[in-house]
């Protein structure tokens, strides 16, 4: 399974940015997306996760109400439309595939390799 993340960039406070990740292979093996970041010098933390029928999401609570995860399994992609942001929300965002839809980086087996997001102020 390949994981490929994309739309990323630079935005001002307040914009909005809409992330894209394209899964390719296995796929049937990621009832789970999930997407997770990390700014410089901190760890990597949960931003929100989906299930395989899209009917059960969960967020981060620093992007509940901003941020909103969806999937288009036809596609194979995941996608992490982001509103309202902050520039506490510059990081390497990164996309992952796995088994349980939660917020713990070892429910993921699979990773892409990051989109960067800048909001400046």
């Known amino acids: 399974v390949q994981l490929q993340a994309s739309g990323g960039g630079l935005v001002q406070a307040g914009g909005s940015l809409r992330l894209s990740c394209a899964a390719s292979?296995?796929?049937?093996?990621?009832?789970?997306m999930g997407w997770f970041r990390q700014a410089p010098g901190k760890e990597r933390e949960f931003v929100a996760t989906?299930?395989?029928?899209?009917?059960?999401?969960y967020y981060a609570d620093s992007v509940k109400g901003r941020f909103t995860i969806s999937r288009d399994n036809s596609k194979n992609t995941v996608y992490l439309q982001m509103s309202s942001l902050k520039p506490e929300d510059t990081a390497l965002y990164y996309c992952?595939?796995?088994?349980?839809?939660?917020?713990?980086?070892?429910?993921?087996?699979?990773w892409g390799q990051g989109t960067q997001v800048t909001v400046s102020s």
């Open positions: 992952a595939g796995g088994s349980v839809a939660g917020s713990l980086r070892h429910y993921y087996e699979y």
């Open positions: 292979g296995r796929t049937s093996s990621m009832y789970a």
């Open positions: 989906i299930n395989w029928s899209g009917d059960s999401v």
